[in-house]
């Protein structure tokens, strides 16, 4: 059984971590707006950061591919 105060470092950690998703989208959008990207592109990225963000929340625990995916187009990109 998980103890109070486990389950208070779980809830700072993941509020601390939210904060920091947010902080992170933020300076995407600022850098690629620096880069001109149009507004259907930063609309569309945008989609895309939300729907991920929804299917790993809703995704099972035990869902690894879901939940950690292999994205073949980032990886494509920055295997360098």
Request: zero cysteines; a negative charge.
């Amino acid at each position: 059984m998980v103890s109070e105060e486990q389950i208070k470092e779980i809830r700072d950690r993941v509020d601390r971590q939210h904060r920091e998703l947010y902080k992170a989208i933020k300076i995407l959008t600022r850098d690629m707006i620096d880069l001109n990207y149009s507004k259907e592109d930063l609309e569309e990225i945008r989609d895309d950061i939300h729907q991920r963000i929804d299917r790993y929340m809703n995704a099972e625990l035990d869902d690894k591919e879901l939940l950690f995916p292999v994205d073949k187009e980032y990886t494509r990109h920055h295997n360098d």
